[in-house]
Each structure stands twice: as C-alpha cells, then as structure tokens.
C-alpha cells in the first residue's frame, strides 16, 4: 500500500471515530495514542465490515397458480428460514405474480417487508424491474436467481384458444426412425401428438404470455449487466429445465445452473432448505446442498419421480465442442438404423417423448458401437463419444433422482424422432451442429452446411 492509500485509509477511520470524541482527541493528539490506539481501531474497523458482511442476495421470481396464497408456502419457508438473520448475511426480494397482480416481498436483517401489490403490464418488465429492485446495489457476497414457475424446456408449445391448452407441435410424419420401428417392433408405429396444459416457462395466468428462452436470456443479460459480472447461481424452480441446450444458452450470464429434468411436483421446491443451504458461501457447495436436501425432502414425502441436478457452465463450451464432434460424425447412412436403434432403447422424461438424456444417449451409443465391426470411423467415433462422457460427467456437479426416474443423469437434450419443432432456435442449435445431425436423423438425408471433418 502506498503512502497516499494509507492517509487515505487513516483519514477514513479518523471520519468514523469522530462519532466517539474522547478516543478521537486521543487520536488527534498523536504520540504513543495514535500508534497504539489507530491500529486497534483499525483492527475493530475490518472485524466490524466483516461481521456485517453479506454473504448472499438472492432474487426469486414466483408464479402463483392461481391465487396469492398459493405462494405464501414457500414465502413462510423463506420467513422461517431467515428469522434470526439479524445480521443481514441473505437478503432476498420476491416477486409473486398472481393473475394480473403482483406481489413484492423482502427479507432483510431478519424482517419482513410486504410491499403494495400492483398491476402487471408487462411480464418481463415486471421480471427485470425486481433484478434491479433487488440486485442493482449488490458489491460483495453471492448472488442467485430463481424462476418458479411452469417450464417447457428448450422448446415451447403454442397456445390453443380454442382448446385453451399449449400444444407443441405433433412430432409425426414419415422417418427412418418410424420406418426402422416399423420393421423391428409394431408397438413404436403410433405417432406421438403430446399435449401439454399451461406447460411454458412462466405462463401469466390465462395463458396471455410468458418469458421463452430467448426472453429469458434477456433478463440474465441484464442482470449481468447490472452486477459487471455472472450470477453465482440460476435456479429453476420448473419442469424440464436442466438440458444442454439452456446450459448453452445461460453461460455467459450464470456460473451455476440449478434444475430439474423432470416434471416437478406442484409443491416445487422447499425453500426452508434452500435458504440454510446459503450458510454455504462457495456457489458449487450451496448448489449441491439443495441438490440433496431437495432429495431427502421428496423421500421423506413418499415421491418416486422427480429430479434435480446443478451444472458447472465453466463446462459448457468443452462439453458442447466434444458433443459437435460427436454429432457431425454420426453423419453416415451406415450408422442410421443404428442410431434409430439406439433412440428406440431411450427413456423419455415423463410427458415430453422428445427430451432424452444426454449421458444414457452416449453410453447407449457406445455399447451400440462396441458392437459393430472395428473400423478408423468407428474407433473415431467411440473416442469422441468418451470423450464427451467425461466433459459431461465434470460439468454435472451434483445429480439425484427417484427410483422411477433412474435413466436421469442430471442433464436431457432435445432428440425428436421425426419433426424438428419451429421454436427449436436458441443459440445450441444455430452454432452447434446437432441441428444438422437431427435434419439427417428425421429426414434421411445430408445437412452438409456443417459438418467438419476431424483428425483421428
């Protein structure tokens, strides 16, 4: 520290202890006061900021089904939680949107604020609007933000006025995949038209809109800006949102990703445990924590299906340069009815046939490949399968599931089996290549525009 820092320094502890006169004469009158009496305050000075010291802000944005106080559930968690949080180390600020309503709330030095509630205009203001209120004077500590609400996942479904329900788009029509499960098994003939009711990320009551990816990425943008760096952790308290193709959306914006694969219980989360998991101050440690007090909440509640996993998105660029490798090399009509093969054995999650997960895929298509002939395209293939396995095992930091949902790795992947959906246009598929491996899955034919050629 040079000499200028340092008066600096004193002079800023002189301006503070000015509120204590007798010691600040002291002071004033230097000698054996000062030399003694200065680095004492000091000392008290740094202790004082470091017992004050924040530790987390999180911002939660929470859609009520229907009414208010169907969020108050997880409202009282977060209260109890935080009661005796007198020194201020969590601070949370909550948006709860009911119908056309919304409600804001904030936990702060062990006390509640319940704000006026006021009319939504715009859903996605409304969201950057409490990212601001609450993150926009944050210096130090970690940050987390939470969307509770419903999710669909990279794809999103349409809303039908006249059947009010979302439905994505049928994934049906004549492909090699449908051609190879008509020739090898009679049960995987039928067309798959899936129906989902009010299933998008964040539907506003009655359907009139939601926050899709693509807005989604907005509001972390704006986040970031307004932190000049990442969040620590994002967290989906959603439906199918732990997938690759979010990973990739999100990693510029979020360190951590927090999400599950599968469809969640309407309860959603349990935020008492979220809350005592921020006791962490390490982003990874806290992350992991909710992983598995999540899980000890769904056992003890008797459920068999669910899952949640946190992703390291410092991964996400290796991860999604091996699985580019990987897919540009599956472009070969020798490997097609295998691959069909292999996408007929996957388990789909609950309610969406198009999302498979990412490591059953791989293994899958290893042990296929181990039995076919050992050729340099196949031994190439192989290689960069494992590869990708081991970039995908480090990026999944932590991943638990039910004993119904044991084909749950921690991280799913879009795979349709005959028709590419319209909204399937997020950044993945634009820069990566699985989209021209999946135009040649469903179609049968080549997407060369692409495809690069690798060393072995």
């Known amino acids: 520290m040079g000499m200028t820092d340092s008066n600096e320094v004193e002079s800023s502890i002189m301006s503070i202890l ?11 009158h230097g000698g054996w006061y000062k030399k003694i009496l200065l680095p004492l305050a000091i000392i008290s000075f740094v202790c004082w900021s470091s017992l004050y010291a924040r530790d987390w802000t999180v911002y939660l944005y929470l859609q009520a089904q229907d009414t208010y106080e169907e969020a108050l559930t997880a409202v009282d968690q977060i209260e109890k939680a935080l009661e005796n949080d007198y020194l201020g180390r ?21 006390k509640k604020i319940v704000f006026p509630s006021e009319p939504i205009k715009n859903q996605l203001a409304l969201v950057k609007n409490g990212c601001s209120w609450v993150l926009r004077d944050v210096f130090e500590g970690k940050t987390m933000v939470i969307f509770s609400g419903h999710g669909t996942g990279c794809v999103t479904p349409v809303f039908n006025a006249e059947k009010q329900q979302w439905l994505y788009e049928p994934d049906e029509g004549d492909s090699p995949y449908k051609q190879y499960c008509a020739s090898q098994y009679e ?9 989902m009711e009010g299933k998008s990320l964040l539907v506003a009551d009655g359907g009139a809109s939601f926050l899709a990816p693509s807005e989604l990425c907005e509001v972390m943008r704006y986040v970031t800006t307004l932190l000049h760096t990442k969040v620590d952790i994002v967290g989906f308290d959603s439906c199918y949102m732990a997938m690759l193709e979010l990973a990739y959306e999100l990693k510029d914006y979020a360190r951590n990703l927090l999400a599950s694969q599968e ?8 935020y008492y445990g979220v809350m005592k998991a921020l006791s962490y101050t ?5 992350a992991r924590h909710m992983v598995y007090s999540y899980e000890r909440m769904q056992r003890t509640c008797g459920l068999d299906r669910f899952s949640l996993s946190v992703l390291d998105l410092s991964y996400i660029d290796s991860v999604s340069d091996s699985f580019d490798r990987v897919a540009d090399l599956l472009h070969t009509e020798e490997l097609l009815s295998h691959l069909c093969h292999v996408r007929s054995v996957l388990h789909h999650v609950s309610g969406i046939p198009f999302y498979a997960d990412c490591i059953e895929f791989l293994e899958c298509l290893y042990a296929e490949l181990s039995h076919l002939q050992a050729t340099k395209a196949i031994d190439q293939v192989s290689y960069e399968v494992l590869a990708t396995l081991e970039q995908l095992q480090n990026m999944i930091r932590a991943s ?4 119904s949902c044991q084909s749950l790795h921690g991280c799913s992947l879009y795979f349709p089996t005959s028709h590419i959906d ?16 999946l135009r040649f899955f469903t ?7 692409s495809i690069k050629v690798y060393a072995v």
């Open 18 to 28: 000015m509120i204590y006169p007798a010691l600040y004469r002291l002071l004033q």
């Open 90 to 110: 969590i601070k949370v600020g909550i948006d709860i949107q009911a119908g056309d309503k919304a409600h804001r709330i904030l936990f702060d030095y062990g």
């Open 187 to 195: 049960r995987f003939c039928k067309q798959v038209t899936h129906i």
């Open 263 to 270: 469809c969640e219980e309407k309860n959603g989360w349990n």
């Open 282 to 286: 390490s982003a990874s440690l806290a």
């Open 400 to 403: 638990v599931a039910g004993p």
């Open 422 to 437: 319209s909204s399937y246009t997020g950044s993945f598929a634009r820069e990566q290549s699985w989209i021209s491996f």
């Open 443 to 449: 179609t049968g034919r080549h997407d060369t525009t």
